[in-house]
């Protein structure tokens, strides 16, 4: 295995933080666990050589490697599931009674595998059920992991994935395929918009604000002052009466955002 030396190692955490947010700080042997195999095998005999072949790709293919290698995107359907319980049962009664024109604007950011998106596309369609084809209901999802995005837009996934969710969830909108293998049926894939995406942009491009996010277990890899500065991001591309969910594992300064707590890990904007 290739040694990581603590020049190697600064300029790396350095270089992650700076673009991506991503704190890697206390993430040395994983760093070196993760990569040294990949960096053999692409003919290099030390990390500083990988890394100035990495910085000088212009096609973003050999950074977008790297990061795939280097997050954990470990994600399941109906992961926190009073999450979404919460959101059928309060966040869209809401949304349907505030809403003027029939249009509901939710992100799901850090989207990984595409479990979170497809499970709030289910939700919406078993809500409005006959009444859904009036409704403007496209999730957008992102995430840095061009990898991940790859298996989302896809939408298949094991049984044993699918055996997490509501039975007749698997029976409405999943067909099987292949070697026990689901996808995820065209009517809730449709609903899904996928792009690639990093949080760290300073200024967000989209025009309409969300009515709801989702950024669940993103943050995780964050400084606080990184993730306080993505909180305030999110508030103002929160429509007002709009919801914010984060993981359960991550926490909001109160003192430090505008958005007022709800629950565990479930935010408003007033």
Not at 140 to 169: F, H, R
Not at 185 to 209: A, G, H, Q, S, V
Not at 237 to 248: D, Q
């Amino acid at each position: 295995m290739i040694n990581l030396k603590n020049s190697e190692f600064r300029e790396l955490t350095a270089y992650m933080k700076t673009n991506y947010g991503i704190n890697l700080t206390e993430k040395k042997l994983l760093i070196e666990g993760r990569l040294s195999n990949m960096i053999t095998e692409k003919g290099f005999s030390s990390f500083s050589d990988y890394l100035k072949f990495v910085f000088k790709d212009c096609s973003g293919n050999e950074i977008t490697t790297l990061i795939n290698k280097l997050t954990t995107n470990h994600t399941f359907f109906m992961r926190e599931a009073d999450h979404f319980e919460y959101f059928r049962d309060e966040v869209l009664p809401y949304l349907e009674a505030s809403s003027k024109n029939k249009d509901l604007r939710i992100w799901s950011a850090g989207c990984s595998s595409g479990e979170e998106p497809y499970t709030l596309a289910m939700i919406i369609a078993d809500y409005f059920g006959d009444q859904k084809f009036m409704w403007n209901t496209k999730i957008l999802a992102t995430d840095i992991s061009q990898k991940v995005l790859e298996i989302a837009e896809n939408g298949i996934y094991s049984e044993d994935a699918v055996n997490t969710i509501p039975k007749y969830w698997s029976l409405r909108y999943f067909n099987t395929i292949v070697d026990k293998n689901y996808k995820i049926c065209d009517e809730i894939r449709n609903e899904i918009i996928y792009r690639n995406f990093n949080l760290m942009t300073e200024n967000f491009p989209f025009k309409k604000k969300f009515h709801v996010i989702f950024c669940r277990n993103v943050m995780i890899y964050f400084e606080p002052k990184t993730k306080m500065e993505l909180i305030n991001k999110f508030y103002e591309m929160t429509e007002p009466g709009g919801y914010l969910f984060i993981g359960h594992s991550e926490s909001v300064n109160k003192n430090e955002t505008n958005y007022k707590y709800i629950m565990p890990a479930v935010y408003r904007k007033g």
